[in-house]
């Protein structure tokens, strides 16, 4: 019987091992290319979800992080830089804030009767991050994965921490009150009885999610957007804010929806019997109507040159020259406050809250430079009663 001849196999499985592993490889690597782009559509859809509760930037195996032992221990410069205060503003304003937010609960805002679980940020932290939440214009997702902290959290202190602050501080952004008031009547001679001036600001806003999201569109501006009356004095601090109107309105229409425009009786001095107001704010000229605390025209104050000038071109020089500092004022809290100079993404029933906030710690800034010579004592910032 004859003898099977040996085959030798050896190059074709080599061949077929080399085309397996080519194969093998490529597909792994389509897999992984998938899967990764699987997790980032994940991330995503989640980080864009706004109905989504769970915390996704919280690890529970790691602390919280220290940013305000950070912030400290750097130079002082970064400390301003990143919250906008020295460390010696930012000592004043927690020694005003967080005994209460210390010793109240943050959902019912009740004293604390007993001592349960501490919060993972105390108070100071708690304050810091609200600072930067206004300053920074970041998102609660964003503040929870630089704090550690729980997103749903972070979000309702933040809204408690603005409520202590509007309470505590309400001083620092009040109506004057009639001893301030006859001081800033002749502040300025040629417009005796101006006591601040009064505008409207725009804040960008995503679209409402609404029926009616029509009425926070701006035409001009093309955009959607909330609608803020503010009023400033001679010093360029807020002494009244009534924001969260629809971005539509125009600023006549805020002007004259907000308690001011409404009652403006309780607000300014007047006299029924003389011919021009008493006390008035100055406004641009699309503020008409409203002759009793805003003039639209002020011809028998006014000096100008006849022959040369009109008195409406005198009084829109003067005019510009004098409101420029409501301009000022809402450019200084835009600046300081990057949430409202950039998209905001609060809705209307909180906006006003954090408006309010903002107004508030910008004049307390502001009431601490060293160039402001004002005494807030004895009511010259208009912060007694009258």
Known sequence: MDAIPDIDLSENEEQRSSASIGVAYHELKIYRATYSICLLLQLLLELFNDKVDRDYFVNALFPKLDLLQQLTSGHISTFKTVTGLYPGEFECLSERSCPILFCRSRYSGQILMTTGRPTKLNPQERLLSVILYLRHNYSVRYGSSSWNYSRSSLHEDALFICEIITVVMAREAKWLNIVRRAQLRTRISQVPGCVGFVDGTLCRIRQPNCSDHRAYFRRCKKMYCFNTCVVVDHDGLFIYVSAGYVGSFHDARVLKETPLGS???????????????????LGDPGYMEMDQFVPSRLDAIEFSDVDAHSVLQAFNKMHAGFCVAVEWGIGGLKCKFKKFLETCLNRRDTFELIFSTAAILTNFMHRRKKDYATSMEGGTNGESGE
């Open 263 to 281: 009652n403006w009786q309780q607000y300014f001095t007047f006299d029924l019997n003389s011919p021009s107001p008493l006390e008035f704010v």
